[in-house]
C-alpha cells in the first residue's frame, strides 16, 4: 500500500478542485496556483489524485482532459463516473451533471473500459446573459 505525502501542491490542487464547481484543465489549474509549482508536478499529483479516487477526468468536446472532484463516484463498480458531462459552447465551461446517469449496452464481443459522456450546448448563466 503506498502512502500518500500531503504536500503543499497535493493540498493545493485538490482544494482548487473541490472548491471548483466545474472541471479544471491542467492550464486552469497552473494558472490559479500561481506558480506554486511546474507543469510536471501538478500532472504527477492529478494521476495520484486519480489513482486514490479523489477526482475524475472527463475529455470535453475538443479533447481537453478536465479534472472534477468525485462528489457521487461509486469506486466499488467497474464503470463509476458514468455520469453525464455539459461543455458549454459559449463560455467553455465543463460541468459534471451528477443526477443524469445514461445507459448503454454495447454488442457481444466489447468490453468498455472508459467512457465519457459530454453534451455540448449552452449553460444556464450564459443563457440567462443573452436575455
Known amino acids: 500500500m503506498k502512502t500518500t505525502r500531503n504536500t503543499a501542491a497535493r493540498s493545493a490542487i ?18 490559479k496556483l500561481n506558480g506554486l509549482c511546474d507543469r510536471v508536478t501538478i500532472y504527477r499529483v492529478l494521476d ?26 461509486n469506486h466499488d463498480q ?23 446517469i445514461p445507459s448503454f449496452s454495447l454488442p457481444e464481443g466489447f468490453q468498455a473500459e472508459e467512457t465519457f459522456f459530454t ?6 448563466n450564459c443563457k440567462d446573459s443573452k436575455k
Open 48 to 73: 495520484r489524485l486519480l489513482d486514490d479516487g479523489l477526482i475524475h477526468k472527463i475529455v470535453n468536446v475538443n479533447g481537453v482532459v478536465n479534472y472534477a472532484a468525485c462528489s457521487t463516484c
Open 78 to 100: 467497474e464503470h463509476d463516473h458514468e455520469h453525464i458531462h455539459f461543455s458549454c459552447r459559449v463560455c467553455g465551461e465543463l460541468t459534471c451533471l451528477d443526477q443524469v
Open 119 to 124: 453534451i455540448s450546448g449552452i449553460c444556464p
Open 14 to 31: 485538490l482544494e482548487l478542485i473541490n472548491d471548483s464547481n466545474v472541471a479544471l484543465s491542467q492550464p486552469a489549474i497552473q494558472h
